[in-house]
């Protein structure tokens, strides 16, 4: 199923109650899926909503020197005119699109399925729900990026009023937080369905006011 762009099963948190929705949260650079797996246990955790965190392949990446490491696409650089792996991206994109199918073929609707992310996960699951062909529930981007604007909206209608929770660090120093804002601002020229939530004091990372913040947009998207 993922054509050499995760590896393992995805470490899954079923919901508590009736399952009402489901997101697909995407690591960021060098991590697995574990971790966000257990932030869907506690603060983000949904009595309603089912949490699946893939785990990338190993791969080299350019930007740390060619180092092989999980990561779901190559990146060369962070900044807003950076190279992009066409290539890699697409592929990484159509394997979120079939972990949206599988879910679909399992009986929960396309506008009850968020994708979401972390950094260069954030980047491709915002990329992948906008190019997904069936409305989706929710994208969610954190310490993220804008990737392939060059192709968006383009052909890509489905999602286009799609609510889009974007949060951002700060004080974040590898993905500054002028990037996740100059990406609210190209995202929302075409979708206005766009809230952009900004964590003063935090870094290129995650807080647990900001998972909160993501349970309360799930509540309100995907498990009402």
Request: glycine content about 12%; hydrophobic content about 40%.
């Amino acid at each position: 199923m993922s054509g050499g762009v995760s590896q393992g099963n995805p470490a899954v948190v079923k919901p508590r109650g009736e399952h009402k929705g489901t997101i697909i949260f995407l690591h960021g650079l060098g991590d697995q899926g574990h971790g966000w797996a257990d932030a869907f246990k506690t603060e983000a955790n949904h009595e309603n909503v089912k949490a699946i965190c893939p785990h990338s392949a190993d791969r080299a990446v350019t930007l740390n020197m060619g180092m092989r490491m999980p990561a779901w696409y190559d990146l060369y650089g962070l900044s807003a005119n950076s190279r992009e792996d066409d290539t890699g991206i697409q592929a990484a994109a159509q394997y979120v699109h079939q972990l949206i199918d599988a879910e679909i073929a399992a009986g929960i609707p396309a506008n009850r399925i968020a994708v979401g992310g972390f950094s260069m996960g954030g980047a491709l699951a915002i990329y992948a729900g906008l190019t997904y062909p069936q409305t989706l529930g929710g994208i969610v981007g954190l310490s993220s990026f804008f990737l392939q604007r060059d192709k968006l909206p383009g052909r890509y209608t489905a999602n286009n009023g799609t609510p889009i929770f974007l949060g951002h660090g700060g004080q974040d120093q590898l993905v500054p937080v002028q990037i996740g804002q100059m990406s609210e601002q190209l995202i929302k020229k075409f979708n206005p369905n766009v809230q952009m939530h900004i964590y003063n004091s935090m870094q290129h990372s995650s807080c647990a006011e900001e998972m909160r913040d993501v349970k309360k947009f799930l509540s309100s998207t995907i498990a009402k």
